[in-house]
T-cell receptor, first 112, second 114 residues
Framework: GENVEQHPSTLSVQEGDSAVIKCTYSDSASNYFPWYKQELGKRPQLIIDIRSNVGEKKDQRIAVTLNKTAKHFSLHITETQPEDSAVYFCAAKYYGNNRLAFGKGNQVVVIP | DVKVTQSSRYLVKRTGEKVFLECVQDMDHENMFWYRQDPGLGLRLIYFSYDVKMKEKGDIPEGYSVSREKKERFSLILESASTNQTSMYLC?????????????FGSGTQLSVL
């Protein structure tokens, strides 16, 4: 099955700086890659996703990039704010499979 | 807004007890999922269901079973609770046609087995 790994496990950034989290996946047939954000004590929520026919997608201060050749995708957060502090989970799914394979999560800490 | 409601936020049970975790969604979603969340291990899929009375095993089904008698309700059952099942349990749903994408999560049930 699909295996998804996230690096680094914890990332600390100064407020206003950018943060980048990278995920690698194992199955070249995977074609859907979402990112979920989980604030402390709250439920995970989908913040952005990308399909394999697109190389980059942006939504305000967040963006996701996909490198199919290297089998990795990254979450970029620009102009970080304290409310960006959370655990971020990446996931991957291949066509015909009704389930996501999640990574173990990255803790992002934005230092005011 | 989609609402996924889990019946209990915190639950304390004794070893060997039969435990029911309930999840209800109000958006007519076909797909429903049960995940377990443990520190450092991320979200691990226990079971999922893509239709009433249908179920499929996830990555860690041992010690668990599920029931989906109605479309809006998906129950996770611990037949005989053990201490290694102490964890946060998250229910999720997703609409038909998304193939398990676009998950909407409940707030979670923190289960402690003593």
């Amino acid at each position: 099955g699909e295996n998804v790994e996230q690096h680094p496990s914890t990332l600390s950034v100064q407020e206003g700086d950018s943060a980048v989290i990278k995920c690698t996946y194992s199955d070249s047939a995977s074609n859907y890659f979402p990112w979920y954000k989980q604030e402390l004590g709250k439920r995970p929520q989908l913040i952005i996703d990308i399909r394999s026919n697109v190389g980059e997608k942006k939504d305000q201060r967040i963006a996701v990039t996909l490198n199919k050749t290297a089998k990795h995708f990254s979450l970029h957060i620009t102009e970080t704010q304290p409310e960006d502090s959370a655990v971020y989970f990446c996931a991957a799914k291949y066509y015909g499979n009704n389930r996501l394979a999640f990574g173990k999560g990255n803790q992002v800490v934005v230092i005011p | 807004d989609v609402k996924v409601t889990q019946s209990s936020r915190y639950l304390v049970k004794r070893t060997g007890e039969k435990v029911f975790l309930e999840c209800v969604q109000d958006m007519d979603h076909e797909n429903m999922f049960w995940y377990r969340q443990d520190p450092g291990l991320g979200l691990r899929l226990i079971y999922f269901s893509y239709d009433v009375k249908m179920k499929e095993k996830g990555d860690i089904p041992e010690g668990y079973s599920v029931s989906r008698e109605k479309k809006e309700r998906f129950s996770l059952i611990l037949e005989s609770a053990s201490t290694n099942q102490t964890s946060m349990y998250l229910c999720a749903s997703s609409p038909y046609g998304t193939g398990g994408e676009k998950l909407f999560f409940g707030s979670g049930t923190q289960l402690s087995v003593l």
